[in-house]
Structure formats: structure tokens, C-alpha cells
């Protein structure tokens, strides 16, 4: 996919908005190609700022992001946690819900078990 192109599941967007459909592709695609990853909990979890949402997803206003993030929170496709050991680093770290998994249905499953004690 080009810079300048972007896609959404329409599953996620019936689920939950057009813009929170992109958000979760874009994290998932984060997922897959990103070196800010880490494995726990039985999820592989991305790191990212809200704001560098709105630089790969240039049409987004950084409220817009905050708010489709929250959502996504909300609906229980996905999951957010501080995960960093610095105590100063308060970026959240993502992760897709098996609810979002299966939302998605890409092919791609990261998750391997259901131990929901960690994240929001």
C-alpha cells in the first residue's frame, strides 16, 4: 500500500465508525511492519503516540484520534496499556481484543490465550 493510501474493514466500521476502522488497520499494519513491539500477556502489543497517528493518517486531527482510540476502547476491539518501564514514558502500547481479531479476520492471529488482568 502507497503513503497516501489507506484502507478500513468494514466489519470494524459497522462495529464501531469509519474512522476507528482505519485506526485499528493502521495499528494493525503497526503490528506487522513496526520494531516497537513487544510480547505479553499472551498479545503481541505496537507502541504509538496519538500523534504519530495523525502524521500517517494526515486527515485526522489528534482529538479525532483520541476520540476513535477511545472508542475502539470502548467497543472491546482493542486494548491500551503503559507498558514501558520508564517511569517517564507514558506512551500507550496497543493490542487487538479476540473480539477485534476476529472483527479484522485478516489471516493474521497475534493473540494466544484470553488473560485479560493487564490493560484498559
Known amino acids: 500500500m502507497k503513503y497516501n493510501e489507506r484502507k478500513f474493514n468494514m ?3 459497522a ?3 469509519l474512522r476507528e476502522s482505519v485506526i485499528a488497520d ?10 516497537e513491539t513487544t510480547y505479553r ?3 503481541l ?3 504509538c503516540t496519538q500523534k504519530t497517528m495523525t502524521v500517517h493518517i494526515p486527515f485526522l486531527t489528534e482529538d479525532m484520534v483520541q ?3 477511545r472508542k475502539l476502547i470502548e467497543k472491546g476491539i482493542i486494548r491500551s496499556a503503559v507498558l514501558d518501564d520508564d517511569r517517564f514514558d507514558h506512551t500507550y502500547w496497543y493490542t487487538f481484543t479476540a473480539y ?4 479484522l479476520d485478516d489471516g493474521v492471529s497475534i493473540e494466544t490465550d484470553e488473560d485479560d488482568s493487564t490493560g484498559h
Do not use: C, M
Open 11 to 13: 466489519d470494524v466500521a
Open 15 to 17: 462495529a464501531a465508525g
Open 26 to 35: 493502521f495499528i494493525r499494519d503497526l503490528q506487522i511492519t513496526s520494531d
Open 41 to 43: 500477556y499472551g498479545h
Open 45 to 47: 502489543w505496537v507502541k
Open 67 to 69: 476520540h476513535s482510540v
Open 100 to 103: 477485534g481479531e476476529e472483527l
